[in-house]
């Protein structure tokens, strides 16, 4: 302990006479506040290297962000941060490194002739919001230090005199410290600025999504037909368009989806919460005005921001309506919102003018479910229909609306870009390896941008041109070659100066990451079906999503950003939440409420609550001719019922893809599915599972199982075990064959012949006209006496000796090689039926 005391007594002497005899260096000094417990006393530290006065490390150890004044202004080496004479300046700081351990992450110095003068300091701090005294007008120096904790330092200086260093001069000159402390000085400004407080937010424009703008023409007599949403397939017709892009017919919008009103009627809102929350905003004189704009989402989202978007009596260019906002707003500046496709649009616009008309007009960016770098629907949305068909097709068929979407440029964009597969570590496309197969594996696994474009356009010429639903067409390579550069401006975008960006992402919901083609059996007669079997695609699902779009593409903004992340699967919503009608969430409103009114009248943001998601799925698989649906123990279904989807079971969907059905459950809850045949032929069923961790893995499948019309199988899950499927062939409420769900039976039917099934068998031999009459005049014989024995028992003798005497005629010519062995016992297992 006395060596303790005379080491405290030594280091307190020396820290003494460097306050006393070096305060003048001919670099100056850095001059620190400290408190021994006899009050704050200055402490001079000559400056050793006048180039690097606080001996920061070159290059800069570690990334960080800094924002200081009003409206968050990004602290940067040089900048000139305006702030007002009075009150105190808040900030953001945060190191992009691990855990610091420095007593000062964070000091601020001012330049006074020489010196380097503190004038303030946060402790015990990183990544949280910050306030010190108003800082004067003049030059600063903001140091960042970074100090890993004593135990991991190796060095040889014992660890009480760190402690006393520590403790004595947490604010010395940073010469002063260990080579384990690494230190960032950034040189700025402060400038006094009257800011003139607005009354209100900035004015917002809000963007939907693609196909949820209406889309008209004008009809017969003057009248008006509203094409998108379509009442009939013939609607969907009239939106095509040549191979260049053009529009064949006169295509307006005026008005965006709030929610949809074509038949089935109740489908929900899609942003009619959004936009009366909007609406609010302005009748509380929040925001001094909001507005949408509505735009025909078939062209590309570079033309809809930078072209005349055509409106039923004029036509109206994006950057005049933002324009023109601004104008009007309350702070000079707009919010943009932009909802999925929106959000590229907004990407698009500000890429055009950001830096030019724009510049200094928009103050916030908010992508709501964006798919920055495409997603990988898309590949089954243009390629086979899904999700394209509108009232089981009565209304619009998955064919028509997947071949006019082959020449509409807005949906290319939505394509997985080349960044996509920068962020991904498995192909997005397999195959099963099957010779049917081939038309997909001569591509080899899908695994890049450049594969998938010569995929998606068939460039190796191996697919039919008039294909199903089941197999892929080939896409339109001129938009395509087009998609390429407009993703690459888009994958690459930084926001303008001045613009902040935030990210909404939706996840917790299965949602489809790729796809792998596999051959399944079909009835030779289907017009689809080749060599008794076809190609479909299965889709591959991960529970990070928001249905539509993955969290890698929603979160994919590299610069700075607030970013909200919605676990969609949690059942405290009213109603489930997707990516149609994320903006109708209540956690997603909240949040862009608080960003449009941050930071004039509020000086935080409500940020939901995220920690990862557990979600997990079933996936209930069925290749044609049949019928899916999913009840659970509380009645609720999942599937298609008289042309209407029905997903009463909180999280579950149903789709179609490639003329197959899915059904999508959440694994916890309890269900019976019902397999129904809607057409003669084969079926497959396959049951696949989805894990917390997002993986997708297999758990069974029965392959070419018979059906009919009217037949029905069912198998139940319970508490996570699957139930035999039980098959009533024929729809007489008798359950005719018990099997696992890979196809093992437990229960084989009983197989019931007759004389007419014998007749056919013995005419199936090909005999000689004499053999086979000499054979059926013994059936025909059999027979007499089976149908005279239900009288008299005596006729029971005799038709067994009839039928005994043709199979002893059936064995003679097989021992004549006449007939095959395999013909008589087949036969023979008829006659043994019979008695």
């Not at 402060?190 to 009354?199: D, G, L, N």
């Not at 196909?211 to 609607?235: I, M």
């Not at 104008?327 to 000079?332: E, L, Q, R, V």
């Not at 949602?511 to 030779?524: F, L, S, V």
Request: hydrophobic share 40%.
């Amino acid at each position: 302990m006395k060596f303790f005391n005379l080491a405290f007594v030594s280091v307190f002497a020396f820290i003494s006479l460097i306050s006393a005899s070096d305060t003048l260096a001919a670099c100056g000094n850095i001059i620190t506040t400290v408190n021994y417990g006899d009050g704050p006393i200055e402490e001079f530290s000559p400056i050793e290297d006048c180039d690097n006065p606080f001996n920061a490390d070159s290059p800069n150890p570690f990334t960080y962000n800094l924002t200081l004044g009003f409206s968050g202004q990004l602290v940067t080496e040089n900048s000139v941060i305006t702030i007002n004479e009075s009150g105190t300046a808040t900030g953001t700081f945060s190191i992009n490194k691990g855990s610091n351990f420095s007593f000062e992450p964070l000091s601020f110095f001012q330049k006074v002739g020489d010196d380097y003068e503190q004038v303030s300091s946060v402790t015990f701090l990183n990544g949280s919001d910050f306030a010190i005294d108003a800082l004067v007008e003049g030059e600063y120096v903001a140091v960042l230090k970074f100090e890993l904790p004593p135990v991991l330092q190796v060095e040889a200086t014992p660890l009480w005199k760190q402690f006393l260093i520590k403790l004595l001069q947490p604010q010395v000159a940073n010469a002063y410290y260990e080579d384990y402390v690494e230190i960032v000085a950034v040189p700025f400004t402060i400038k006094y600025e009257s800011i003139e407080v607005p009354a209100g937010a900035s004015s917002v424009l809000f963007l939907p999504g693609i196909q949820a703008s209406r889309l008209y023409t004008k009809g017969v007599f003057g009248t008006e037909n509203q094409l998108w949403e379509p009442n009939v397939n013939a609607d969907v017709e009239k939106l095509a368009m040549t191979d260049e892009g053009v529009s064949i017919y006169d295509i307006y919008t005026k008005d965006v989806i709030d929610e949809v009103n074509v038949l089935p009627v109740a489908q929900g809102n899609i942003y009619k919460g959004f936009l009366r929350m909007l609406e609010d905003l302005k009748g509380d004189e929040v925001v001094k005005d909001f507005a949408s704009f509505p735009y025909d989402w078939r062209y590309s989202v570079f033309d809809v921001a930078t072209k005349e978007v055509l409106y039923e009596d004029e036509s109206k260019k994006l950057l005049d309506e933002v324009l023109a906002l601004a104008d009007d707003s309350y702070t000079g500046k707009v919010t943009l919102i932009g909802h999925s496709n929106g959000g590229l649009v907004a990407k698009a616009l500000l890429y055009e003018y950001g830096e030019a008309e724009l510049a200094g007009k928009i103050d916030k960016m908010i992508m709501i479910g964006t798919p920055q770098l495409g997603t990988p629907k898309a590949i089954g949305s243009m390629l086979h229909g899904l999700d394209q068909s509108i009232g089981s097709g009565i209304i619009a068929t998955a064919s028509t609306v997947r071949q006019i979407t082959k020449n509409l440029a807005g949906a290319y964009t939505l394509l997985p870009s080349p960044k996509y597969f920068e962020e991904i570590s498995e192909p997005m496309i397999t195959t099963d390896g099957s010779l049917l197969s081939e038309a997909v594996s001569a591509y080899g696994d899908i695994d890049s941008s450049a594969r998938l474009h010569s995929f998606l356009i068939n460039s190796l010429d191996n697919r039919d041109g008039s294909v199903g639903l089941n197999e892929p067409i080939a896409l339109n390579p001129q938009m395509l070659l087009d998609t390429i550069g407009w993703q690459s401006i888009l994958d690459n975008w930084g926001a303008p100066e001045g613009v902040d960006v935030y990210e909404v992402v939706g996840t917790g919901l299965a949602t489809i990451k790729g796809y792998d083609y596999r051959e399944y059996g079909c009835k030779e007669s289907h017009p689809d079906c080749v060599l008794h079997s076809y190609l479909k695609p299965f889709p591959i699902m991960s529970n990070d999503g928001d249905q539509t779009v993955t969290e890698i593409s929603a979160a994919a903004y590299e610069g700075d950003k607030i970013l909200a992340v919605v676990n969609l699967y949690d059942a405290s919503f009213l109603k489930p939440k997707t990516h149609a009608n994320l903006t109708e969430s209540g956690p997603v409103q909240d949040f862009i409420g608080s960003v449009i009114k941050y930071p004039y009248l509020s000086d935080s943001i409500i940020v939901p609550e995220y920690t990862g998601v557990s979600s997990r799925y079933r996936i209930i698989a069925a290749f044609s001719p049949v019928s899916l649906l999913a009840v659970d123990d509380n009645g609720r279904q999942v599937g298609m019922i008289g042309g209407e989807i029905k997903e009463e079971i909180y999280n579950a969907q149903y789709f179609e893809l490639g003329g197959s059905k899915f059904l999508v459950l959440p694994s916890e809850v309890n269900v019976n599915v019902k397999v129904t045949g809607v057409d003669d032929g084969i079926y497959s069923l396959s049951v696949d599972e989805i894990d917390e961790s997002g993986k997708q893995v297999q758990i069974s499948i029965l392959k070419n199982s018979t059906t009919s019309v009217g037949m029905t199988a069912e198998f139940s899950v319970k508490d996570g075990e699957y139930s035999p499927l039980e098959t009533d062939q024929d729809g007489d409420g008798e359950i005719d064959l018990i099997q696992s769900l890979n196809g093992e039976i437990i229960l084989e039917p009983e197989v019931v012949y007759n004389y007419g099934d014998l007749r056919i068998a013995v005419k199936d031999l090909k005999l000689t006209k004499q053999q086979e009459k000499k054979i059926l005049l013994k059936v025909g014989l059999a027979e007499l006496f089976a149908k005279k024995s239900q009288k008299k028992k005596v006729f029971v003798r005799l038709e067994a000796r009839a039928l005994k005497l043709v199979l002893l005629n059936l064995k003679k010519l097989e021992r004549k090689g006449i007939i095959d062995g395999n013909d008589v016992r087949s036969i023979e297992v008829i006659i043994n039926n019979l008695q």
